[in-house]
T-cell receptor, first 116, second 115 residues
Framework: AQTVTQSQPEMSVQEAETVTLSCTYDTSESDYYLFWYKQPPSRQMILVIRQEAYKQQNATENRFSVNFQKAAKSFSLKISDSQLGDAAMYFCAYRYLNGNTGKLIFGQGTTLQVKP | NAGVTQTPKFRILKIGQSMTLQCTQDMNHNYMYWYRQDPGMGLKLIYYSVGAGITDKGEVPNGYNVSRSTTEDFPLRLELAAPSQTSVYFC??????????????FGSGTQLSVL
C-alpha cells in the first residue's frame, strides 16, 4: 500500500528566510501525482502546489517550489521569503491513478511556525 | 458557488449515540470523499464515491456508513459513536478527468467529540 511520510512534526523559520519541508512516499507505481496542501488554523485546506510524476521539471508557484526526486521517492517543499501568513500545517499528499478513484493519501503533516 | 458545504460545524455526542454528518456540493462533481483528521495528524480516508449509487471503503471505514443517492449529497453516518471517533471530519469533492490540474475542494470540517 502506498504511504506518505513527513518526518518533521514541527519546523520554524524566520520571516523572509527560506525553509524546506520534507516528504517521502512509498509506491510501486510509475505514474502518479503529488501535492502539498496548507491548513491554516481556520482548518481550510488550500492547495499549494502539485507535481506530475512523469515530469522531471520541478513545479513552482510563486514563492513555493518543490524538489522532486522520483528515484528516491522524495518530494520536498521549499518556501522562499517566508511570510507570517505561511504559518500553518502542511500536508504532503499522493494520488495514485489506478482505477481513477482519485483517492489522496496524506502524510502526517508538518506544523510551520514563522517568527517575525 | 457555495462549493462543499458540511453541517454541522461542531457536535458533541454521547457514547452509543448515532448521527449523520451532511455534505453537499453544488459543482456537479463526480467524486466525493470523507476524511477524518485526528489531532496533530494527517487526513485518513473513510469512504469515497465515484458517482451516484457507487461507494467504496477507504483506509478507516469501521464504524461508519455512507450513501450517495444523488450527485450532490454524500452523508456520513455514525451508528454507535465511540470515543475513538472523536475527530475533525472533512468532506471533499472533485471533478473527473482534469488530470494533474484537478483541484480537490474541501468543506470547512465538522468537529466531533464523543464523550
Amino acid at each position: 500500500a502506498q504511504t506518505v511520510t513527513q518526518s518533521q512534526p514541527e519546523m520554524s523559520v524566520q520571516e523572509a528566510e527560506t525553509v524546506t519541508l520534507s516528504c517521502t512516499y512509498d509506491t510501486s507505481e510509475s505514474d502518479y501525482y503529488l501535492f502539498w496542501y496548507k491548513q491554516p488554523p481556520s482548518r481550510q485546506m488550500i492547495l499549494v502546489i502539485r507535481q506530475e510524476a512523469y515530469k522531471q521539471q520541478n513545479a513552482t508557484e510563486n514563492r513555493f517550489s518543490v524538489n522532486f526526486q522520483k528515484a528516491a521517492k522524495s518530494f520536498s517543499l521549499k518556501i522562499s521569503d517566508s511570510q507570517l501568513g505561511d504559518a500553518a500545517m502542511y500536508f504532503c499528499a499522493y494520488r495514485y491513478l489506478n482505477g481513477n478513484t482519485g483517492k489522496l493519501i496524506f502524510g502526517q503533516g508538518t506544523t510551520l511556525q514563522v517568527k517575525p | 458557488n457555495a462549493g462543499v458545504t458540511q453541517t454541522p460545524k461542531f457536535r458533541i455526542l454521547k457514547i452509543g449515540q448515532s448521527m449523520t454528518l451532511q455534505c453537499t456540493q453544488d459543482m456537479n462533481h463526480n467524486y466525493m470523499y470523507w476524511y477524518r483528521q485526528d489531532p496533530g495528524m494527517g487526513l485518513k480516508l473513510i469512504y469515497y464515491s465515484v458517482g451516484a449509487g457507487i461507494t467504496d471503503k477507504g483506509e478507516v471505514p469501521n464504524g461508519y456508513n455512507v450513501s450517495r443517492s444523488t450527485t450532490e449529497d454524500f452523508p456520513l453516518r455514525l451508528e454507535l459513536a465511540a470515543p475513538s471517533q472523536t475527530s475533525v471530519y472533512f468532506c471533499a469533492s472533485r471533478q473527473r478527468g482534469q488530470g494533474v490540474n484537478e483541484k480537490l475542494f474541501f468543506g470547512s470540517g465538522t468537529q466531533l467529540s464523543v464523550l
